[in-house]
């Protein structure tokens, strides 16, 4: 799932892509359904998401094979955030990065899934001065954006279409510097707002042969500017699909899609 913009406060308007695939490739004209989650997650459970919204706790938003708007709930930073919610459940806490997230369910070929959208709440339990820095300083996520994906044999630079059968092909993906965004957080054990930097990893997808890690990318103390693989091709001839999605540690993301065309050795 991405979203646009990838951080909302209640209230917004946000819009929602999801990336549906099979093995023959990108599936466009999927038509994908939406719905809010709208239950906290009890304490008991250990699932990043309530059980219950699995079932009728959800708010439909609608159903298209083309990216959906919906308002972000008004109680979203009460139900999923650090303000007090209804019915007796405790706040949630934050995650890494100091952020809280909005779960949404999606439904397609009769699977369902879940993204989550960043939801710009205030801050809970700081000092005054901490909260007026943060509300006044804090700049919201922007969706990281990828370079073309380049592949290379042995140090040199392999075209998309002329891949050996077998042959273990070096994949990267690279982003501009800006990318990986500055921000404020609140560091409770400091009692101060501090300013960090974003992480930015890549997640593999590849209908045949495999890669090497499902995930690479670069840390928050990282200023590299690209993420690599090893991609190990099959031994058939074939058209085989990969996606990349790069993400920010704060809930962004883009997608591309690549089509590798393998000949026989």
């Given amino acids: 799932m991405m979203a646009e913009p990838p951080e909302a406060a209640p209230g917004e308007e946000v819009s929602y892509q999801a990336l549906v695939v099979t093995k023959d490739g990108t599936a466009t004209g999927a038509s994908v359904s939406w719905e809010f989650c709208a239950a906290p997650k009890p304490l008991g459970e250990n699932a990043p998401v309530s059980e219950a919204c699995l079932g009728d706790a959800v708010v439909p938003i609608g159903a298209s094979s083309a990216p959906v708007k919906a308002v972000t709930p008004l109680d979203a930073?009460?139900?999923f955030g650090p303000d007090t919610p209804p019915g007796g459940f405790r706040p949630r806490d934050p995650d890494a990065t100091g952020g809280y997230f909005l779960p949404l369910r999606l439904g397609a070929f009769d699977l369902v899934a879940f993204g989550l959208e960043r939801i710009r709440c205030n801050l809970a339990n700081a000092p005054i001065e901490a909260a007026q820095e943060f509300a006044s300083g804090y700049v919201p996520n922007l969706n990281p954006k990828q370079l073309p994906l380049r592949l290379t044999m042995a140090g040199t630079d392999t075209a998309l279409g002329a891949i050996p059968?077998?042959?273990?092909?070096?994949?990267e993906v690279g982003w501009n510097a800006a990318e990986a965004e500055g921000y404020l957080a609140y560091e409770p054990n400091l009692q101060r707002v501090v300013s960090r930097r974003e992480a930015l990893a890549v997640a593999w997808f590849v209908t045949a042969g495999s890669v090497d890690s499902d995930v690479t990318g670069r840390t928050e103390s990282d200023a590299?500017?690209?993420?690599?693989?090893?991609?190990?091709?099959?031994?058939?001839?074939?058209?085989?699909?990969?996606?990349?999605?790069?993400?920010d540690s704060r809930g962004g993301s883009s997608a591309a899609s690549y089509e590798l065309v393998v000949s026989a050795p």
């Fill in 165 to 171: 059968a077998g042959a273990s092909v070096a994949l």
């Fill in 224 to 247: 590299g500017t690209n993420a690599t693989n090893v991609w190990h091709a099959p031994g058939a001839p074939g058209v085989v699909h990969l996606w990349t999605v790069l993400r």
């Fill in 77 to 79: 930073c009460a139900v």
